[in-house]
């Protein structure tokens, strides 16, 4: 899949789940089970031990899929998990060497921002999508629509608490996307291997960010 196919994925599906558990075996049940509830992405987190690893099983595994990455330590880190297989890179926060580094290697990223000046910052060093982390802290759907009435060429996702309630708002307010953790991905499901409820709200999403749009994609 080309870096062209994975914006329009991630702009036509516009959910990201936000995989962040403490193994890769457990994070491999949770990717089985976003994808069977009918979301082909996933966001892998940093903090799994083994990430690359992962990423690669995870990319054999379900060719469908379209994994990305965390990257929060720089482009040492970034390069790892490309050449293990991840299709983007995002993070908590912006880092203009990550940006600019998968920018100019034709990479999708996603860097995360908060403020204005941050958001404008990402766009104009090449990111292809700023997630807005953590929207749901600082006003939610406001303040999506507030980034979106300045600046309606910038592609948003809003991530950081990200609700089963807020998500139409979110994407009625201008958001192209989410980025969702633990609101798709409970901690109870995932310690009990609990598949059939992640399954469920990874449809369920799908369903809000279709009505919101008005049943129809991007």
């Given at each position: 899949?080309?870096?062209?196919?994975?914006?329009?994925q991630?702009?036509?599906?516009?959910?990201?789940?936000?995989?962040?558990?403490?193994?890769?075996?457990?994070?491999?049940?949770?990717?089985?089970?976003?994808?069977?509830?009918?979301?082909?992405?996933?966001?892998?987190?940093?903090?799994?031990?083994?990430?690359?690893q992962?990423?690669?099983?995870?990319?054999?595994r379900?060719?469908?899929?379209?994994?990305?990455?965390?990257?929060?330590?720089?482009?040492?880190?970034?390069?790892?998990?490309?050449?293990?297989?991840?299709?983007?890179?995002?993070?908590?926060?912006?880092?203009?060497?990550?940006?600019?580094?998968?920018?100019?290697?034709?990479?999708?990223?996603?860097?995360?921002?908060?403020?204005?000046?941050?958001?404008?910052?990402?766009?104009?060093?090449?990111?292809?999508?700023?997630?807005?982390?953590?929207?749901?802290?600082?006003?939610?759907?406001?303040?999506?629509?507030?980034?979106?009435?300045?600046?309606?060429?910038?592609?948003?996702?809003?991530?950081?608490?990200?609700?089963?309630?807020?998500?139409?708002?979110?994407?009625?307010?201008g958001?192209?996307?989410?980025?969702?953790?633990?609101?798709?991905?409970?901690?109870?499901?995932?310690?009990?291997?609990?598949?059939?409820?992640?399954?469920?709200?990874?449809?369920?999403?799908?369903k809000?960010?279709?009505?919101?749009?008005?049943?129809?994609?991007?």
């Amino acid at each position: 899949m080309n870096a062209d196919e994975i914006r329009h994925q991630i702009r036509t599906v516009g959910v990201i789940p936000s995989i962040r558990v403490e193994s890769a075996e457990l994070a491999i049940f949770v990717a089985e089970h976003v994808l069977e509830g009918g979301i082909p992405i996933v966001e892998i987190a940093s903090t799994i031990p083994g990430s690359s690893q992962l990423i690669h099983d995870l990319t054999i595994r379900f060719p469908t899929l379209v994994v990305g990455s965390e990257v929060v330590a720089g482009i040492d880190e970034a390069q790892r998990q490309l050449d293990a297989g991840a299709m983007f890179v995002t993070g908590p926060g912006f880092n203009a060497t990550i940006v600019e580094f998968c920018a100019k290697n034709g990479i999708v990223v996603l860097p995360g921002a908060l403020t204005p000046t941050e958001v404008m910052s990402a766009h104009a060093a090449g990111a292809d999508f700023v997630k807005v982390f953590p929207c749901a802290q600082i006003g939610g759907e406001g303040y999506i629509r507030a980034l979106k009435a300045p600046l309606p060429h910038i592609q948003l996702i809003a991530a950081g608490g990200v609700t089963q309630s807020a998500a139409p708002r979110l994407i009625s307010a201008g958001a192209t996307a989410l980025g969702v953790g633990e609101d798709l991905i409970p901690r109870q499901a995932v310690r009990f291997k609990e598949g059939a409820w992640i399954r469920e709200l990874a449809s369920r999403f799908l369903k809000f960010v279709k009505q919101a749009r008005g049943g129809v994609g991007v």
